[in-house]
Structure formats: structure tokens, C-alpha cells
């Protein structure tokens, strides 16, 4: 058997739970600890009765509970020391195999006695043998730090991996170390490569290298992390483990087979350079996001995979647990990329390498690595996100134009629909409702829908709305649901598959994939337009907690409640001045689709929060709004705190983009201005007059207001303080100068009420047109003096936002039924299988 090399990548992730942070309660009075003795109570009832009778069975040995309820805990979460004891595993049947093998036939005849009688007598060997065959190397690159550092926290992740290696021989910790030394009678910072192991009490150093520079500083932290321990790796195979991940001791009896997979030859005689494992995800029980995300992640960890090795021949590493031929890769480029930015997604590139340079990509799903998934709304979405800012970036690499060149036209096909081109359809399928809604308005407003109508030829013609609502059907997320279903029943059967499939519906998992859908898209269109993707961390949490109004608004508010507040103008003005097909099944058909996808877009973040309608925290939501929104922001204020900070921060893709990024998001921004010109047009108080006057009248207006506003806001910052019954006066003769003139508008020259409501759908859309117009030209308008004037609107527009999402969630949350009923939906699996969910969401108080 060849020998394996296991590579993990740990930045700073939790490796095992103190007392302290078992026991510390969130605000809702949860801790982790309570939290999973809620989540797991048949395993902590059985761990209170083993303890119990290892107290008795060593009296005289004192056994520390505490450290026993931390390892219980951690085992039981996504850390550290979890991933660490199964990859150990592999260790463990290493031995077991070489006495079975040395012990003969005996050892199967005479069970377990002859087994333990072969472990005593070949246990040195067997642990030799163990040693030349394999070696566990965490590439932490912090290790130094924390090693040095003072702060109770990181010394003790310090003193958890040192316990880790004095534990486990095999494990070896590889970390980058930064010492100052006088050079040339100057004293500058050099960085090295170190490779420790465990010793009798402290850790020991093997190997040091010295380095160029900072690696972590010149490449994207992931992959430079794995780039700098590879050169500590020794042996044939090279498997790479991620932080959330475990593993099972039944599985480690097949690594040896899996490794003869190396020598088999396959397509041309070729043999493999990676070979592809299947996954088991353990964290789909809890609610039902976790469910949605494991399904998916299973289904493509599985059916996916297995349809891309064979017969597509396209499958690539889209991350670990992947096994390399270490020789053909460390001689080849390695098995990350790590260029700034554009090696975003470090994983899927070495697979690019890997197949331009003649390797041959497997899949083998004899043999399952435990794997742990996001489980919370943000963290699903935080991921997806990442990996939809990967796939721009690679949409723009210079691997993907290779490939595409030297493949055949259709493996080129399988190629592009499995990779880019899945997350390029999302975003045209998001741009055809665009497409589809502004045309309509334009037919509207025109004047070519009275065309329509009174053409009889054309008005019998259903064979456009026909085609429209049948791609309709798509837009509910089903599409991202049939993988799912495919898997499930191949595994379990089709009966069990469309059971599932039903429950699914039923707890709005189309609600969650069209929601994922605008997530895609907008991530990956950000990035094609301006590029500037940055690494998002979604953390490894347990506990199940309610993200505030405010954190959600500041998570989507540009992904997904400003392109949806948008479509919902389109859908208001569609639906009041269309007439067309208002009689229609298919009219309704069309636009339900679409009245559904705003609503997933909107308010999916809150249906899909635990308590998300509970009247007490709603309305400490409200109070916790207001404030972010009111503090000012500045050099060191977190994002979390101000409303400034974070619109500052929303922008810096911005900073990165060329003059071509900065003119299309002015011309994109253009089309806010259509509302304005088609709607004035058909005001009571224009008296259907087409002059352009009226256009202008309405430009007046808009100026106007854009005074007011800068007025008020100089006003606020030089007088709202030391003149603030003055200021308080002056704002009082604004609104009697206002009610005046929208009196004078009623009587004298015929504005209705419906023309209010229209003005304001009119108006709305071009001062957020001026806003990102004026985003854009930042550079220009600071010099200018005109940047706090945006600013201004800006908060104005963001106030306005919060209030219009936050009003539907405050009804709601007046009855206490509809709690009850989110919490049904969220957690059917909980209540299913006994869970104490509502101790867990009411908390101990």
C-alpha cells in the first residue's frame, strides 16, 4: 500500500470547547451545552450513565468530568478535535489490518481473543508499520501566534492542539513564523515555514524554512495556507480534509482499496491523478434549512459527482475530501492556486490544473468521508454567495478559456452547463423577468397594448403567454429540487422520493431556492461587472439563534430587497394600468410566478428565522434598527453598529472596478428613470396632454425636493444641536409650505389621490437612479462637495426600505399563531423526532 499523507487546512476554528463557552448563554438564555443535550438526548443520557459508571469503576482514580462533558460537546459540533479523532481512524485500522494479516487465519476462526492476543504481541510493529504509512499535517497557519500571543482565548486553541499532537504521534502541525532579525544592521520581520510534532509535554520542531515573504499576504489565505505545508508532505497520496469534517471507523478499512484505484488504468491507459470521494452530511436533522441544505449537498457530493467522472469525464476537485497523486501534482503546479481574487474558488482550479496538464479526475462512492454543512439562513447564504463570487471569477480566468479550447464540442458543453454555465443561466433567468416586466410597461404605457386590443388577429394570438407560462413553472425553484429527488431515490427509492418531495413543498423549500436563485445571481453578476470577490467565512455555529431586522437588512438588502422592491413596482403599475389579459388563466399564471418570486426575495430571510415573528423580539428589533440607523459612522466603527459604516462598505466594489464598470452601472441605472417619463404622462392633472412640458414640470418637482432634502440635512448637521428650536421652526414652515402647495395642486389644477400614489412610484425610482448614479461618480462628487447630499438620500431611501419590510413583519407578528405555525414549518424533523425544539427557541427563561 502506498503511503498517505492527510492535509488539512485551520485558520483560527474552534478545536475544543471550554467550560466557559459550553456554559455562556446567548440572549435567549441558550448555551451550546443546553443546546445539545436538547439536540442529542438519548447520547447524553448514555454519557451520564458511562460516567457514572467509570466514577464507580475508579474510585480511587479521579476522572475530570469536565474535560469529558468538552470532548462529549465537541464531538458533537463542527471542530477541530471532531475531524482530528476521525482521521485518526485511518491510523487506528492501519494496525488492526497489519495483526489481522500477521495473526493468519486464526485471528477470523478464534475472533476477538485471538485479536487482542496479536495486538499485544505485534503492537510495535503494527504501530511502525502505521507510522511509515501514514501522517495527519494541520496547516495552521496561526499556530505561531496564538502560541505567543496573551490573550486567554488564543492560548487556549494553542493548548488544545498541543494536547491534539502530545495525543495522536501521527499529527503534525505546520504553521508560518514571524521573528524579527537584524539584517545588514537593520531589523526587518522574516517569515518560515515550520513543521512541529508532539513531544513528552511541549511540542517539538522538525523542519524550518525560510520563506520569501508573508505567503498568506501575497495569495488568498485558504490556498496559500495549504501551498506552504505541502512541501512537509511525504509519500504517494495526498488526501485533503476540511475543518467540517469527520470520519468513521468503518470507512478507514477501504482506504487501502481506494488507493489501488492509483494503478488501475482507465480512459487510454491513463491513470487517475485525483480521485473523487463520496460524502455523508450529519447535519440535516435539526430544522429545515438544514434539511434543504444537506439534501442538496448530498445530491451533489453524489449523483453529480458520479455523472461527471462517467461518463461526462468533466468532474474537477470542487473541494475535499478529494485523494491526490501527491507526486504528479508537486510536480505540476501543486494542488492550490493562490493568485489574489480570481483563485477565489482554490479547490476547483487545482482540478483545471490537474486536467490541462494530461491528469484523469475518478469518482468512488464505496467509501464516505463525514462532512458538516451550513445550517442557519445567513450561513447558507453567506456560502452560496462565496461560491457563486468563485464562478465569476472563474468565468473570467484564463483556465476555464484553456479548457474550453482544448475540449470537444461536447464535453465542452458538459464542461460550461456544470461549472459557469449553471451560474450564468441563473442570472439570464433572473434578467428575462427584467426583460419581461419592463417590456410589458413599455407595451402599457405606449399605447401598443390598445393596439393589441383592438387588433383582433393579434389579440386571439395566446401563443407567446402560452410559451411564457410554461417556463413560469421553473421560476418556483423546482429545477434546483430534481437533483434532490434523483438522489433520494436512487438511494431510498422514488416512494420515499416523492414523500420527501411533498414535505419539501410543504415546508416552502421552493421559497428557499428561489431566494438561493437571486443569491446566485446577483453574486456572480457583481462579480463579472466589477470583479473585487473576497472569501466570506460562514463560521461552523451549533446554536440555533434569531438574527436581528437589522443583520438581515444589512445581508440582503442589495442581493435581494432592492431588485425585489423593484420587480414589485413593475408588478403594481403592470397589474393597474395592463388590461390585456387581466381575464386570463394564463395572465395569472405568469404574473403568480413572479408575485411569488418577489415574495421569496423579500421576506424569505425572515420566514426562515426562528422567532422571526415573536411581538417582544420584533419589536426589540425595531429599537435595534433605529439606532444602527442613527449612529454615525467613522474611521473603526464596525459595520454592525452604524448605518454609515455599512453603506461605506457596500460600495467598495466600487473602488475596484475600471471606468468601463463604473459606465455600465450608469447605464444600468438608467432605467429607473422610465417610471418617471411613462407615468407622469398619464396623471389626472396632466389632461392627457403629450407636451414635453409636463416631462420638465416633473423634472421641476424632483429638483425641488433634492433642495429640501439638502437644505434639511445642512440644517441638522450645523443647527440641530445648538439651534434646535430654530431648526425644529424652520422645519415646522416646510411642511405648512408643503401642505399648502399639494392644496393649491388639488383645487386649483385637479391632482387626485391616485395621482399621489402614482407620483410616488414615478418619483421613487429616479432619486434611487440619482443615487447610484452618484455612487458611481464618488470620486467626482466629493470633490465637488455634493457626496453628503447622497449620503443624505441615500438614508432617506434605506429608512423608507427598512420601514416597507418591516411593517408586514410587525402584523404578523401580533398573532401568536402565526409563530407557532413558522416554528412547525421550520422544524418538522425536530418535532418528528422528538426534539425539545421549543425549550431550545423559548430558552431557559
Known amino acids: 500500500m502506498n503511503k498517505r499523507i492527510v492535509m488539512m487546512a485551520s485558520i483560527k476554528q474552534d478545536v475544543l470547547y471550554s467550560n466557559e463557552e459550553l456554559t455562556k448563554e446567548n440572549e435567549d438564555g441558550i448555551s451550546i451545552l443546553f443546546y445539545l443535550q436538547r439536540i442529542y438526548p438519548d447520547e447524553w443520557n448514555n454519557f451520564t450513565q458511562r460516567m457514572h459508571a467509570v466514577r464507580n469503576e475508579n474510585e480511587k482514580k479521579k476522572v475530570d468530568m469536565n474535560e469529558e462533558i468538552q470532548k462529549w460537546a465537541s464531538y458533537r459540533a463542527q471542530t477541530l478535535s471532531r475531524t482530528v479523532r476521525g482521521m485518526m481512524y485511518y491510523r487506528q485500522a492501519l494496525e488492526l489490518q497489519y495483526v489481522l494479516e500477521c495473526s493468519g487465519d486464526s485471528a477470523v476462526s478464534e475472533g476477538f481473543q485471538a485479536i487482542k492476543e496479536g495486538s499485544e504481541y505485534y503492537g510495535e510493529y503494527a504501530q511502525a508499520m502505521a507510522n511509515l504509512k501514514f501522517t495527519y499535517v494541520i496547516s495552521c497557519e496561526v499556530y505561531g501566534a496564538l502560541k505567543k500571543s496573551s490573550d486567554a482565548r488564543d492560548r487556549s486553541c494553542y493548548l488544545n492542539i498541543l494536547n491534539l499532537m502530545l495525543k495522536y504521534p501521527s499529527l503534525r502541525v505546520a504553521y508560518i513564523d514571524e521573528i524579527k532579525e537584524t539584517v545588514n544592521g537593520r531589523s526587518q520581520k522574516v517569515y518560515y515555514s515550520v513543521l512541529v510534532k508532539g513531544g513528552e509535554k511541549l ?4 523542519y524550518r524554512i525560510k520563506l520569501p515573504g508573508p505567503p498568506t499576504k501575497i495569495g488568498e489565505e485558504k490556498s496559500e495556507n495549504q501551498n506552504h505545508a505541502i512541501i512537509f508532505t511525504r509519500g504517494e497520496a495526498l488526501q485533503t480534509i476540511d475543518m467540517n469534517q469527520d470520519n468513521y471507523f468503518e470507512e478507514a478499512y477501504k482506504m487501502r482499496n481506494v488507493l489501488e484505484e492509483f494503478l488501475k488504468p482507465h480512459h487510454n491507459d491513463r491513470k487517475p491523478s485525483i480521485l473523487g470521494l463520496r460524502e455523508h452530511v450529519f447535519t440535516g436533522s435539526v430544522s429545515s434549512l438544514a434539511w434543504f441544505a444537506s439534501n442538496q449537498e448530498t445530491s451533489f457530493v453524489t449523483v453529480r459527482q458520479r455523472i461527471l467522472a462517467n461518463p461526462l469525464r468533466v468532474r474537477f476537485h470542487y473541494g475535499h475530501p478529494d ?8 510536480t505540476r503546479g501543486g494542488i492550490s492556486k493562490a493568485s489574489k481574487t480570481i483563485n477565489l474558488s482554490e479547490h476547483i482550479f487545482s482540478g483545471f490544473n490537474s486536467t490541462l496538464r494530461g491528469g484523469y479526475v475518478t469518482h468512488h462512492e464505496y467509501i464516505q468521508v463525514g ?8 450561513q447558507i447564504s453567506a456560502f452560496e454567495a462565496k461560491v457563486a463570487n468563485g464562478n465569476g471569477e472563474q468565468t473570467l480566468s484564463r483556465d476555464i478559456y484553456r479548457l474550453g479550447h482544448r475540449f470537444d464540442f461536447y464535453r465542452m458543453l458538459s464542461f460550461y452547463f456544470s461549472t459557469v454555465g449553471f451560474y450564468f443561466s441563473s442570472m439570464v433567468t433572473v434578467l428575462t423577468v427584467y426583460v419581461f416586466l419592463y417590456g410589458r410597461l413599455y407595451m402599457i404605457m405606449s399605447g401598443w397594448q390598445n393596439a393589441i386590443l383592438v387588433n383582433a388577429t393579434i ?7 402560452e410559451a411564457l407560462a410554461t417556463q413560469s413553472v421553473f421560476q418556483f425553484g423546482l429545477l434546483l429540487v430534481l437533483p434532490i429527488v434523483m438522489e433520494i431515490g436512487l438511494e431510498k427509492g422514488f416512494d420515499t422520493a416523492l414523500g420527501n418531495f411533498i414535505i419539501m413543498q410543504l415546508q416552502l423549500a421552493s421559497v428557499f431556492f428561489t431566494f438561493q436563485l437571486g443569491t446566485k445571481a446577483h453574486y456572480y453578476g457583481r462579480t463579472i461587472l466589477h470583479g473585487a470577490s473576497k472569501y466570506r467565512a460562514t463560521g461552523c455555529g451549533v446554536v ?6 437589522a443583520g438581515n437588512y444589512r445581508l440582503y438588502s442589495r442581493s435581494h430587497f432592492v431588485k425585489g422592491l423593484e420587480l414589485l413596482v413593475l408588478l403594481v403599475l403592470y397589474d393597474v394600468y395592463g388590461e390585456s389579459y387581466h381575464s386570463s388563466t394564463i395572465f395569472r399564471f405568469i404574473t403568480f410566478s413572479m408575485w411569488f418570486l418577489v415574495g421569496s426575495w423579500l421576506f ?8 422571526g415573528f415573536n411581538w417582544k423580539k420584533t419589536m426589540d428589533d425595531w429599537k435595534d434598527w433605529k439606532a444602527w440607523m442613527g449612529n454615525r459612522g467613522g474611521i473603526g466603527i464596525h459595520p454592525d453598529k452604524s448605518w454609515e459604516s455599512w453603506w461605506q462598505e457596500e460600495q467598495e466594489h466600487l473602488k475596484f472596478t475600471n471606468i468601463q464598470g463604473r459606465l455600465l452601472e450608469i447605464i444600468l441605472a438608467f432605467r429607473f428613470y422610465i417610471y418617471q417619463y411613462v407615468i407622469v404622462y398619464h396623471l389626472d392633472i396632466a389632461h392627457h396632454s403629450k407636451s414635453i412640458l409636463v416631462y420638465g414640470l416633473s423634472w421641476i418637482v424632483m429638483v425641488t425636493a433634492l433642495l429640501v432634502l439638502k437644505i434639511v440635512s445642512v440644517g441638522r448637521r450645523r443647527f440641530g444641536t445648538d439651534f434646535q428650536l430654530m431648526f425644529r421652526i424652520f ?8 401642505i399648502s402647495f399639494m392644496t393649491v395642486l388639488f383645487v386649483k389644477y385637479g391632482l387626485t389621490i391616485s395621482d399621489l400614489f402614482a407620483s410616488i412610484l414615478a418619483f421613487l425610482p429616479t432619486g434611487w437612479a440619482i443615487l447610484l448614479i452618484g455612487q458611481a461618480l464618488r470620486p467626482v462628487l466629493k470633490s465637488s462637495g455634493s457626496w453628503e447630499l447622497i449620503m443624505e438620500l441615500a438614508r432617506a431611501y434605506e429608512e423608507i426600505m427598512g420601514a416597507i419590510l418591516f411593517l408586514p413583519i410587525a402584523i404578523l407578528s401580533w398573532f401568536p399563531s402565526v409563530s407557532e405555525i413558522q416554528t412547525k414549518l421550520l422544524y418538522h424533523q425536530a418535532f418528528c423526532g422528538g426534539l425539545q425544539i421549543s425549550e431550545i427557541l423559548a430558552g431557559r427563561r
Open 203 to 206: 511540542d517539538e520542531e522538525i
Open 323 to 330: 485523494i491526490f497523486d501527491r507526486i504528479f501534482h508537486i
Open 371 to 378: 462532512k458538516g454543512c451550513d445550517v442557519g439562513m445567513n
Open 459 to 465: 389579440y386571439r394570438s395566446k401563443a407567446p403567454e
Open 544 to 549: 440555533v439563534f434569531r438574527e436581528k431586522f
Open 604 to 611: 424569505a430571510p425572515f420566514l426562515f428565522n426562528p422567532s
Open 731 to 738: 422645519k415646522g414652515l416646510l411642511v405648512i409650505g408643503f
